[in-house]
């Protein structure tokens, strides 16, 4: 087995695994040298492990995968399977797993992956094109889910599927308060509305609109675009019956990256209000600064405090930042419970190979923590960055949707409430708006046929 698959880690995974394959199936773990032993009553399921020498061509993306259909034949799933050999055999009372699924499974959940391959960004980010998934193809798809629903589907020879366990597809709406004002100042609207929208973009009416725009905001800050944008959110999160997530920065005036005081703008006490009446969630969106330091991080989420009046135990990191060595603990040190940072900036898919909410993984102490990641499945700048087309980018939603709804998942979307508004309006109507209504009438379907 690869040396990183300690006794901690292997529990960590196949408690992962078993989760979403049969969650209420019971079993006591063996680890073996070259495989993991699930006892299962009189039953028992081996979970085959490649060995430590094929570590090199397993990172380097030349290991020689097996494409088998998934359960539903929707898709192609790659094995890590010896040559010649199924996804299992079973025979009477044992099932053999010759396919790894342990060993990848780990690498994604815990972001081991992260700490093997050394490549990084300007942000400090570890980036889709150098991952795993981009290797072997399988962003598009959760795969450790679809490992879990191969077990899953072998599994029914074993066990009646009411010891199973079944799972209930969901949507997670997010949104980034990167943005609050787009006017600050009188000085910042006429870079805008002059620099912008006449110079650059050379549109008069986009100009007279920010113009008007511009004078609402002067007598009401909430009237502001940026801040309309996350009002709207908020609507059509009520409009269709999700749950939506709106997270505050904890920045101020004059400090790197800052586009609104949090200290002092009422439109966000207004704003977060109106957020809590309707009975959804505010959190800490923590600037690029916080993710490797634990004073920032406490500093600025001090601040969202004092918004919220309450201390904020969810929320992502700005820019998606994540160092797998040093965010997990800044996160525990500042009592976060609930995260979202952990999708790619520039790539939407599943990056940590789940849309199942899991444990972080801390790499350093081997264990896993008492932070929940809900992994980020898709960000409108990712697919935007891609240079999608509205149709692409509303097909690549509803896809990555489909897949989560198979396996019974959480689909975690992030739209920031500038990118409702001017540019962004026509993808907003065009890709948001649809989306929510593609997947709030798949639910509803699966709500009343009881699936």
């Known amino acids: ?100 699924i342990v060993t990848v499974s780990f690498l994604l959940l815990s972001r081991k992956e992260e700490q093997l391959i050394q490549e990084r960004d300007s942000y400090g980010r570890f980036l889709c094109k150098w991952s795993l998934a981009e290797k072997y193809d399988f962003i598009d798809i959760p795969i450790i889910d679809e490992w879990a629903m191969l077990l899953r589907a072998q599994l029914q020879q074993f066990f009646s599927l009411e010891t199973f366990g079944e799972h209930r597809p969901s949507l997670r709406l997010t949104h980034d308060l990167d943005g609050f004002r787009r006017f600050p100042s009188g000085g910042a609207a006429l870079r805008s509305i002059l620099g912008g929208d006449l110079l650059l973009r050379k549109s008069p009416r986009l100009a007279l609109v920010s113009l008007v725009s511009y004078f609402r905001s002067c007598r009401a800050p909430e009237k502001d675009p940026s801040a309309q944008g996350a009002f709207r959110l908020l609507q059509l999160a009520e409009d269709y019956g999700f749950r939506a997530e709106f997270y505050f920065m904890g920045l101020k005036q004059g400090e790197d990256d800052a586009r609104y005081d949090v200290t002092k703008l009422p439109s966000l006490s207004i704003f977060r209000k109106k957020v809590e009446v309707a009975g959804m969630v505010c959190g800490f969106h923590g600037s690029r600064f916080t993710y490797d330091n634990a ?151 699966e709500q009343n046929i009881g699936v």
């Not at 690869?2 to 196949?14: E, G």
């Not at 773990?29 to 032993?37: G, N, R």
């Not at 801390?362 to 149709?391: C, N, Q, T, W, Y």
């Open 295 to 445: 004073d920032r991080f406490s500093l600025e989420q001090a601040r969202v405090a004092q918004l919220l009046e309450s201390k904020p135990t969810c929320g992502r990191q700005h820019y998606l930042c994540f160092d797998v060595e040093k965010t997990p603990a800044v996160w525990m040190q500042n009592g976060i419970q609930r995260d979202s940072t952990l999708g790619y900036p520039d790539r939407e898919g599943f990056r940590c190979g789940t849309c199942f909410p899991f444990p972080v993984y801390d790499v350093i102490k081997d264990k896993p923590l008492d932070v929940v990641e809900h992994p980020l499945i898709f960000m409108d700048v990712a697919a935007h960055g891609r240079g999608l087309s509205d149709e692409e980018m509303l097909r690549s939603l509803c896809s990555l949707f489909d897949r989560c709804f198979f396996v019974g998942g959480e689909m975690v979307v992030l739209w920031h409430n500038e990118n409702t508004v001017r540019d962004w309006a026509s993808r907003f109507q065009k890709v948001y708006i649809p989306f929510l209504g593609y997947a709030a009438q798949k639910l509803k379907t």
């Open 1 to 100: 087995m690869m040396p990183f698959l300690t006794p901690n880690a292997i529990r960590y995974t196949v408690a992962h695994l078993m989760k979403v394959a049969a969650p209420r199936l019971g079993y006591k773990l063996e680890i073996q040298e070259e495989a993991v032993c699930l006892l299962c009553g009189e039953k028992s399921i081996e979970l085959m492990l490649l060995p430590e020498s094929k570590l090199l061509p397993l990172m380097e993306g030349s290991f020689p995968v097996q494409m088998v259909n998934s359960v539903d034949g929707n898709r192609q799933i790659p094995l890590f399977v010896p040559e010649h050999l199924p996804f299992a055999e079973v025979h009477s009372s044992a099932m053999i797993v010759h396919a790894d």
